[in-house]
């Protein structure tokens, strides 16, 4: 599975962002997709995972109720969607892809990673 992350860019605090994360090849369902990200100086973290299925999702406490992962399975994309952005959230982000959801969400072995998207938000 090769994943490609797009959508990144420059915005003021309080403003949107949605980020798309196209996969190749035909199994695309068969995974749960991630979204993670890493800031200056600090490890890379989980952000949101979702099901293969699109059926369930899990979320970071710090974007909780800002930021929505979502999947199109037809077009082999999986989204965040990005509101109310604050200074904190800049970071490159990065999509990640895992058949164990276990992994995704703890961040471990996971099996495919994306480049990443640089966000960055202004005060």
């Known amino acids: 599975v090769q994943l490609q992350a797009s959508g990144g860019g420059l915005v003021q605090a309080g403003e949107s962002l949605r980020l798309s994360c196209a996969a190749s090849?035909?199994?695309?369902?068969?995974?749960?997709m991630g979204w993670f990200r890493q800031a200056p100086g600090k490890e890379r973290e989980f952000v949101a995972v979702i099901t293969g299925s699109g059926s369930a999702t899990t979320y970071a406490d710090s974007v909780k109720g800002r930021f929505t992962i979502s999947r199109d399975n037809t077009k082999n994309t999986v989204y965040l969607q990005m509101n109310s952005l604050k200074v904190e959230d800049a970071a490159v982000y990065y999509c990640?892809?895992?058949?164990?959801?276990?992994?995704?969400?703890?961040?471990?072995?996971?099996?495919?990673w994306g480049k990443g998207t640089q966000v960055t938000v202004s005060s």
């Open positions: 090849g035909r199994t695309f369902s068969r995974y749960h």
């Open positions: 990640a892809a895992d058949s164990s959801w276990a992994h995704l969400e703890n961040n471990y072995a996971i099996d495919y």
